[in-house]
């Protein structure tokens, strides 16, 4: 009886959403143990996670469930357990994205095997959002993202660029061979960094094992793609500083984060436990204040919904690609992923997230700057 209750009280609530359970739309739950509605009550946005990874239960197209329950704006009915409660003060208590627990952090997701991404991602291995403006497929819309980039930068031969966050290489790849610039790239994975290298090799490319405010030389531009997230809000004044200490006066620095319309000091604790550790992404309300006195933001770029298609092309390609992975990584894993990416494709299609590139200069660009689309 109690969980016939328990069932009709999350029955409600995903009815404000059109869904339903055990229902015969694509985006309805199919609930396979009875004990889903209980934890989902109690442990929210965390426990809707746990549960699809333990099989629970299961939507035939998880990426619209997610587009339709946030549009309805469900997850402000989601309740908090403990563990999210704890999480939410530590969180505003500790520097979670300090130095050495930047660098744990990080690892932890990027660390898990090259061979994953290397199947996941576009040929260039560029993990963040592409640029989907005359696309027709993943490469071609990762490659429109890099040269997009340069041309902001309005990148000229023989520049030097410092690429905060710089993954596998793909942007220092890309700049040196199709304009001629000698850029360096810092990041915290070492997967990456030793990959990186080889992808690289022969360019005038150097890639570092090295944390950002460890960075003291000048450079022409500044790029970080997809960093911004892992910096953590008690760390947004110190990340701009940084960069503005490193980059030369006339120079511009390009940033591209996953944002928030509004601010938050904790992550989704999904996302915190299995993905992506103490991520946290920002708001232009973080962003602004941080580079208060430090830069002048010459243009803001939201192409949000361009994540959209490029989740669901790396989720059929993890999922293509997964006979080769589930020897190392199992079942569970598989389950694990397939909710981070459809997840997240149903977020961004929701509007729930945004992707900016911010264009930024020390002290304003004479004459004004040129946007570039």
């Known amino acids: 009886m109690k969980n016939q209750h328990l069932r009709q009280q999350v029955a409600a609530i995903l009815a404000t959403a059109d869904v339903k359970i055990n229902g015969p739309e694509p985006w309805d739950l ?8 209980k934890r989902v009550l109690s442990q929210g946005t965390l426990g809707l996670g746990e549960s699809y990874m333990d099989g629970w239960w299961d939507s035939r197209h998880l990426d619209q469930f997610v587009y339709k329950v946030l549009r309805a704006d469900l997850y402000k009915a989601a309740r908090f357990g403990w563990r ?27 660390d ?12 260039r291995m560029t993990y963040s959002c592409g640029y989907w403006k005359n696309a027709a497929n993943l490469d071609e819309a990762q490659e429109n993202k890099l040269d997009l980039i340069c041309r902001k930068l309005n990148l000229q031969e023989g520049q030097r660029v410092l690429d905060i966050g710089c993954g596998w290489g793909s942007f220092a790849k890309y700049a040196a061979e199709k304009y001629g610039a000698a850029v360096v790239g810092i990041t915290v994975s070492q997967e990456q960094v030793e990959l990186g290298r080889k992808l690289c090799k ?12 460890d960075v003291t030389e000048k450079f022409d531009h500044i790029v970080s793609v ?43 604790p999904f996302t915190d436990k299995y993905i992506f550790p103490n991520c946290l992404l920002p708001s232009i309300r973080q962003l602004g204040s941080a580079m208060e006195h430090v830069f002048v933001l010459e243009d803001l770029h939201n192409f949000g919904p361009y994540y959209d298609p490029t989740l669901m092309a790396w ?59």
């Open 202 to 213: 022969g360019l005038p490319v150097e890639l570092r094992l090295q944390d950002y405010r």
């Open 30 to 37: 199919q609930v396979h143990d009875d004990r889903f509605y």
């Open 112 to 123: 898990i095997g090259n061979r994953l991404y290397q199947l996941m991602l576009d040929k």
């Open 84 to 110: 999210t409660l704890l999480d939410i003060l530590l969180a505003r208590l500790l520097n979670l994205q300090a130095k050495g627990k930047a660098t744990r952090n990080a690892r932890r997701h990027y």
């Open 315 to 373: 989720f059929e390609n993890f999922d293509r690609n997964w006979p080769q992975l589930r020897d190392t990584y199992g079942d569970r894993f598989y389950r694990m992923w397939k909710y981070y990416l459809l997840s997240s494709a149903g977020s961004f299609r929701a509007r729930n997230n945004q992707l900016w590139q911010m264009v930024l200069s020390k002290r304003g660009v004479l004459g004004g700057y040129e946007a570039v689309r």
């Open 226 to 268: 997809g960093m911004a997230e892992h910096v953590g809000y008690r760390n947004y004044r110190t990340y701009f500083k940084t960069a503005a200490r490193c980059l030369e006066d006339n120079g511009l620095f390009l940033l591209h984060t996953i944002g928030h319309a509004f601010s938050r000091t904790s992550a989704d």
